[in-house]
Each structure stands twice: as structure tokens, then as C-alpha cells.
């Protein structure tokens, strides 16, 4: 397929475990988005890559989040420590180009639930 | 950063009719709107956008108008189908590197 993919599609874990959570772009996408969703929430922007770079990770919830990406493509969020609170849908979105008014393309994202 | 709010959170429509969702943002620097339209277990799809050189743009049964001085941006469904019930979504551009921030959303039912 050509669109964003995201795998697990569920992911079930317990508290204070870690959790990797993946992305994979559409190929030539050079920007790379992570969104999360809480239930009958808007999306609520955690971290974009340009390339391999992250300018900006202010709105990563806490320092339990992290993520990268690699040969400008494939990324990686991780949660260490999970919390309940975490429970949410994790979103990957890629654009060609990090231009304003670039279409952004949406996987069909994560759901993670922390018991 | 920039504040979208999102009304009505849900709107029942008889199919046939039309829907209006209506937005407002708080940095009047954004300059592109998009609506995205979420499906249940799918990520959200871009459906329409506006820039701010623009007024009003429509495609097909959907258009989307701007008012930069109000700050507020709506989009309008005409002749609802079926098809159209999802979870609709507004957001506006921010800052230097064109962060998108999001409304809560409106869950639109279309009535057969």
C-alpha cells in the first residue's frame, strides 16, 4: 500500500511498562507528524520531523516521551514508565515537504490502553 | 500556540439537508485551515482547505468560508448523504514551522 502505516494497530499494556510505537511514512516524505487522540478529543500535536531532525518536542506531554526517526524515514514513539493517562490514540501523519499547506496523510493509528 | 474551538460536538442532519460546523483560533497569524474527516477506526482524511488570501472555496458539496477579521472559518455539507456521517475536524497553521492545531470535533449523523 501507499499510504501511511502504523503498527500494532492495539497495543494492550500495564502500568509502568514500555512501549514502542511505530510509523511508517509515505515513501519521499520528507516531514513526519505524531499526534495523540483521547477519547471525544481534538488531536493534540506531540512532535514533527524534517528529515532525521526534530526542531521542536515541546509538545511531547512529559519526559517519558521520546522519538525518533532514521534514515528519514521509519519512526519510533516511545512511552517508558506508561500511565493510564497515556491511554489514547497514537496518530502518524507524513507530508511531502514541510511547507505550510502541505497535505498531511493520516495512518490509521495506535490504540493504546494502560491498565 | 494557537486555541481552535470546534461547535456544535454533534449534529444530527436528515439526509438531504445540509450541515454547517463552525470554528474559531486565537493567533491571528494562522493562515491555512484545513477540515479533516475521520471515519471510524481510520485516521483522519483532508477534505477541504483554505488559505487566507481566500474567502470562500467549494468543492462539490463541500465549501468552506474564512473570516480573518472574525477569526472564525466554517465548513458547509450541502445535499447530506449517508456517507457523510464521520467525525469532522477543523485546524488552523501556527507558529514559524506551520504546527497544525486541532478542534475537538463534531461527530455528524446523517439521518436516512
Known amino acids: 500500500g501507499a499510504g501511511v502505516s502504523q503498527s500494532p494497530s492495539n497495543k494492550v499494556t500495564e502500568k509502568g511498562k514500555d512501549v514502542e510505537l511505530r510509523c511508517d511514512p509515505i515513501s519521499g516524505h520528507t516531514a513526519l507528524y505524531w499526534y495523540r487522540q483521547s477519547l471525544g478529543q481534538g488531536l493534540e500535536f506531540l512532535i514533527y520531523?524534517?528529515?532525521?531532525?526534530?526542531?521542536?518536542k515541546s509538545g511531547l506531554p512529559s519526559d517519558r516521551f521520546s522519538a525518533e526517526r532514521t534514515g528519514g524515514s521509519v519512526s519510533t514513539l516511545t512511552i517508558q514508565r506508561t500511565q493510564q493517562e497515556d491511554s489514547a490514540v497514537y496518530l502518524c501523519?507524513?507530508?511531502?515537504?514541510?511547507?505550510?499547506?502541505?497535505?498531511?496523510?493520516f495512518g490509521p493509528g495506535t490504540r493504546l490502553t494502560v491498565l | 500556540g494557537e486555541n481552535v474551538e470546534q461547535h456544535p460536538s454533534t449534529l444530527s442532519v436528515q439526509e438531504g439537508d445540509s450541515a454547517v460546523i463552525k470554528c474559531t483560533y486565537s493567533d491571528s497569524a494562522s493562515n491555512y485551515f484545513p477540515w479533516y474527516k475521520q471515519e471510524l477506526g481510520k485516521g483522519p482524511q483532508l477534505i477541504i482547505d483554505i488559505r487566507s488570501n481566500v474567502g470562500e472555496k467549494k468543492d462539490q458539496r463541500i465549501a468552506v468560508t474564512l473570516n480573518k477579521t472574525a477569526k472564525h472559518f466554517s465548513l458547509h455539507i450541502t445535499e447530506t448523504q449517508p456517507e457523510d456521517s464521520a467525525v469532522y475536524f477543523c485546524?488552523?497553521?501556527?507558529?514559524?514551522?506551520?504546527?497544525?492545531?486541532f478542534g475537538a470535533g463534531t461527530t455528524v449523523t446523517v439521518r436516512a
Open positions: 501523519a507524513s507530508s511531502l515537504e514541510f511547507n505550510e499547506g502541505d497535505e498531511q496523510f
Open positions: 520531523f524534517q528529515g532525521n531532525s526534530a526542531p521542536d
Open positions: 485546524a488552523a497553521s501556527w507558529g514559524n514551522d506551520y504546527k497544525l492545531s
